[in-house]
């Protein structure tokens, strides 16, 4: 049974920083992703990353401000976030690829965490 677990999120500034994280447990030498759901919205992605760490992906809006990473030896997936916006508002999820293929798909994703709000003021 896979878990996961993330945590970090709450409320930032326009311009500020958070950084997420995803403990998991279980079969998760996947790629791993984080996709999120703002108000109103359907769920999109945001960012993945490859097995091994070397190979990371990201949606055209968060490229340039958002960094996702991996720990195997933690088994925890996190993503940094830089320069906030409020359009980043969201609940943030992560979540297995359970295909290691079509990464920018959130139908790709299998097992996925609770997910933890950001909130971005202006």
């Known amino acids: 049974q896979v878990q996961l677990v993330e945590s970090g999120g709450g409320l930032v500034q326009a311009g500020g920083s958070l950084r997420l994280s995803c403990a998991a447990s279980?079969?998760?030498?996947?790629?791993m992703g984080w996709l999120r759901q703002g108000p109103g919205k359907e769920r999109e992605f945001v960012a993945a990353i490859s097995v091994s760490g070397t190979r990371t992906y990201y949606a055209d809006s968060v490229t340039g401000r958002f960094t996702i990473s991996r720990d195997n030896a933690k088994n925890t997936v996190y993503l940094r976030m830089n320069s906030l916006k409020p359009e980043d508002t969201a609940v943030y999820y992560c979540?297995?690829?359970?295909?290691?293929?079509?990464?920018?798909?959130?139908?790709?994703?299998?097992?996925w965490g609770q997910g933890t709000q950001v909130t971005v003021s202006s």
């Open positions: 279980g079969r998760t030498i996947y790629a």
């Open positions: 979540a297995r690829n359970s295909i290691n293929a079509r990464l920018g798909s959130p139908t790709s994703y299998d097992y």
